[in-house]
């Protein structure tokens, strides 16, 4: 059995200003897309060019950030959002949905894609080996946090967290680092290396997220407020399986037109 260190979720303060470690898990996502995305401009692998790489930026921090808090919102605490409505502002408070965040970041990448006039789906095909990267940032920042963590377990790797009794449990953040992230980055970035028929990089992402999720939330406690919902899935599943369904759709089209 493993106990969780209980980092200080705080990395350090200069007077009133508090960096926190999440805060910077967010910064290593944006920076490692950006880094990515110039190799693969570098490698004349890309449908924009350095500059409009800002423009793509900008627009995924934007679309992460606010479709975060709405899918939040929406998916998980409708009613209590609805009672009290400014605290949906309250992004301090933490509350962020990956789902939501991915449907943002379609709608950011849509503007981006209109006002650059690029394909959407060579701009999708591109964008999607660059966003594992930072998932595995986010879930290693839940890990330090301590929050978001597994079922109770007897496996030997069993970690206690702080606020989770005394019963050891899956350290879900880390699986989560490990297949969404890692495993997901690796798998996009070998198979966009070589040219793809349009939409099939986009298609795994879609696959290959949808998969991940659905497996490790067996091992990840289900948020307190939802429990399990029907068939004994998670919130995280029922969300994660129209993702593996639009993915097979679009790899089946892909294939087709190509």
Request: proline share 6%; aromatic share 16%; net charge positive.
């Amino acid at each position: 059995m493993l106990i969780h260190p209980n980092f200080d979720p705080v990395l350090f303060s200069v007077g009133p200003l508090a960096v926190r470690w999440y805060g910077l898990m967010y910064l290593l996502a944006f920076g490692a897309f950006w880094w990515l995305g110039m190799r693969r401009i570098d490698a004349g692998r890309a449908p924009v060019t350095r500059a409009q790489m800002d423009d793509l930026l900008f627009g995924g921090i934007v679309g992460v950030i606010l479709g975060g808090r709405l899918g939040y919102v929406l998916f998980y605490k409708p009613a209590y959002y609805l009672a009290h409505p400014l605290e949906a502002f309250a992004l301090w408070h933490g509350g962020m949905s990956f789902h939501g965040g991915f449907l943002g970041v379609l709608a950011a990448m849509a503007f981006v894609a209109w006002r650059q006039r690029i394909n959407w789906w060579d701009l999708m095909d591109f964008v999607a080996p660059l966003v594992p990267v930072g998932l595995a940032a986010g879930r290693l920042g839940n890990f330090i946090n301590g929050e978001l963590w597994g079922r109770v377990t007897d496996l030997p790797w069993g970690m206690v967290f702080r606020g989770a009794g005394e019963a050891p449990r899956h350290p879900s953040q880390l699986y989560q680092m490990a297949l969404e992230g890692l495993a997901l980055f690796a798998l996009l970035w070998w198979f966009s290396s070589r040219p793809r028929p349009r939409m099939q990089v986009s298609a795994l992402f879609l696959i290959g997220y949808g998969v991940c999720r659905f497996l490790v939330e067996f091992a990840r406690e289900p948020d307190s407020f939802l429990g399990f919902l029907a068939l004994g899935l998670t919130m995280g599943q029922w969300l994660s399986l129209p993702m593996i369904a639009a993915g097979l759709l679009l790899f089946w089209w892909s294939a087709r037109r190509a």
